[in-house]
């Protein structure tokens, strides 16, 4: 125990714990694949509207996420999520004493946050399309995609040296790809796992390698940033400019105004998608979504009055009205009156009738019927 509030009383306050850093890495790789089902879903309803954008996924949200991650980073110095979770970045080297964000250190933060990801699915896509994916992993390389067949053309046999130099030369980058990028990509995970780990042990300030090469550590908002942010009010966007009396500049300056606005409030918009999708899911789950949905029982048709030609209905409803006698096995015919089993068996398979009503019967629609007396 000793030891624990030791621990606690040398911690640092500003420094956000290992879970607040995996917790904003998974709301930023937890968005896009939201977005592709989103855009998959309307792509069936819409499909011209949508199919080329569902097609260029990645380069479309990675289009809308520079310029959500520069509003942030510009405005309140951390990415999106960071923000979300209360967070910005610090320059390691203070200028002039101020550790805010440069603009070299902006841009920097976008190649990390948007171009990174970027590139990493593309190379990622294209290992899988040169090796085979889990089909030649699983069943051998006969599923691997051949590579003469890629670079050969209908001519290959006429072509010019300069291009069978470059055909090889494409060939031997693809071979030396399909060979390392399996060990690259190992070391690109291992850097941020062991970063992870030394970042938890108080090894490093920096919770990944690609921080640490911009030297930008991630802080929590203090209580003089927030102050601070209060006493600016809305961020701005650089399409603002002075008014000066131009309708022009008016136009100009409501859309600044407007693509500000909506991207502040993407952190509200957020956290209100996901209370309404958690409520959504707690009311298809209920019992009250299914007592919505459930219809009331219909009515009981009108019962069959009796035929003017058929037999009478002795006013003892205890007696058969075929036999006038008490009655033994009961059973209903389709048109709802009751009599004995036999009787009402033997008339139906004789004159396919009920013998009250005359309407048409048959001896599978007889039911009998069961008391607990």
């Known amino acids: 125990m000793e030891f624990m509030s030791d621990m606690l009383s040398g911690a640092d306050s500003g420094k956000p714990s290992l879970f607040e850093i995996v917790a904003q890495h998974k709301m930023s790789d937890l968005i896009e694949p939201a977005l592709r089902h989103l855009t998959s879903v309307y792509a069936h ?4 509207q949508l199919v080329r954008i569902l ?3 990645e380069e479309a949200y990675a289009a809308v996420m520079l310029l959500v991650e520069r509003h942030y980073l510009r405005a309140y110095g951390g990415s999106f999520a960071e923000h979300f979770y209360g967070t910005k970045r610090v320059r390691t080297r203070k200028i002039r004493g101020d550790s805010s964000l440069t603009r070299g250190d902006v841009w920097g933060s976008l190649a990390l946050l948007v171009g990174l990801p970027l590139a990493k699915a593309r190379l990622d896509q294209y290992y899988e399309k040169v090796s085979g994916g889990d089909a030649a992993r699983l069943l051998g390389s006969a599923f691997a995609q051949t590579e003469q067949s890629e670079y050969q053309s209908p001519d290959a046999g006429d072509a010019s040296g300069f291009r069978r130099r470059l055909v090889s030369w494409m060939l031997g980058l693809k071979r030396l790809f399909k060979l390392y990028y399996p060990h690259a ?3 690109y995970h291992a850097a941020t796992a062991l970063y992870y780990v030394a970042y938890m042990f108080d090894r490093t300030n920096y919770n990944s ?3 640490h090469i ?7 908002l203090s209580a003089a940033d927030y102050r601070a942010m209060n006493e600016r009010g809305a961020a701005t966007s650089d399409l603002a400019a002075p008014a000066n009396g131009s309708p022009i500049r008016a136009v100009r300056n409501m859309v600044a105004y407007l693509l500000a606005g ?6 509200v918009l957020l956290p209100l998608s ?15 979504h299914k007592k919505v949905q459930m219809l009331p029982p219909p009515k009981p048709p009108m019962p069959l009055k009796p035929h003017p030609d058929g037999l009478a209905v002795p006013e003892d409803q205890a007696l058969c009205p075929m036999c006038k006698e008490p009655r033994t096995n009961p059973a209903a015919a389709p048109s709802g009156y009751v009599f004995c089993y ?3 068996f033997n008339h139906v398979s004789d004159k396919r009738t009920c013998p009250v009503t005359l309407a048409e019967a048959h001896a599978s629609d007889i039911r009998k019927l069961y008391s607990e007396s």
């Open 209 to 211: 390698p690609w921080l």
């Open 55 to 57: 097609n260029w996924h």
């Open 45 to 48: 309803r819409y499909p011209r």
């Open 185 to 187: 990509n190992f070391i």
């Open 214 to 220: 911009l030297g930008l550590q991630v802080r929590r």
């Open 274 to 288: 996901i209370f309404f999708y958690r409520f959504l899911e707690w009311w298809h789950r209920s019992d009250f």
């Open 342 to 344: 036999p009787c009402i």
């Open 262 to 267: 909506g991207l502040d409030f993407l952190k």
